[in-house]
C-alpha cells in the first residue's frame, strides 16, 4: 500500500515561482513513474509533468516545457514539481499519482493518489 501526500500549494504571482512536493509512503521500486497532474472543475485530469524513479527519465506536457522542472530525492521518497513564470492558466488542483507500469499521461492508469494542492495564480 503507498499512501501519497502534497504540499507547496498556494497563491503565486505571474513571474514568481512555486514548489510543490509529494511525499511516499511504502515501497517505491526503480520502475514506478511518479506523475503530477492538474485539474480545474468541469475538465478532466491533465497530465503536467512526471518521473522515472529509478532512471531519473523526466516527461513534461508541451504547455508547462521550459517553465517547471519534475524531481525526485530518493532518500526522502519525495517528488517536486518546481513551477517558475506561473501564468493564469497554471491555476488548478495539482494532485501526484503513482503508476507501476512506467511512463504514462493518462490518470485512469494510476494506481494511487494524493489528495491534491491548490495552485492560484493571482495575478
Known amino acids: 500500500q503507498v499512501q501519497l501526500v502534497e504540499s507547496g500549494g498556494g497563491l503565486v504571482e505571474s513571474g514568481g515561482s512555486l514548489r510543490l512536493s509529494c511525499a511516499a509512503s511504502?515501497?517505491?521500486?526503480?520502475?514506478?513513474?511518479m506523475g503530477w497532474f492538474r485539474q480545474v472543475p468541469g475538465k478532466e485530469r491533465e497530465f503536467v509533468a512526471g518521473?522515472?524513479?529509478?532512471?531519473?527519465?523526466?516527461y513534461y506536457a508541451d504547455s508547462v516545457k521550459g517553465r517547471f522542472t519534475v524531481s525526485r530525492v530518493s532518500a526522502e521518497n519525495t517528488v517536486y514539481l518546481q513551477m517558475n513564470n506561473p501564468k493564469p492558466d497554471d491555476t488548478a488542483v495539482y494532485y501526484c499519482?503513482?503508476?507501476?507500469?512506467?511512463?504514462?499521461?493518462?490518470?485512469?492508469?494510476?494506481?494511487?493518489w494524493g489528495q491534491g494542492t491548490q495552485v492560484t495564480d493571482s495575478s
Open positions: 518521473i522515472r524513479w529509478g532512471v531519473g527519465n523526466t
Open positions: 511504502g515501497r517505491i521500486y526503480s520502475s514506478t513513474f
Open positions: 499519482g503513482l503508476e507501476r507500469g512506467g511512463y504514462s499521461p493518462v490518470a485512469s492508469s494510476y494506481e494511487y
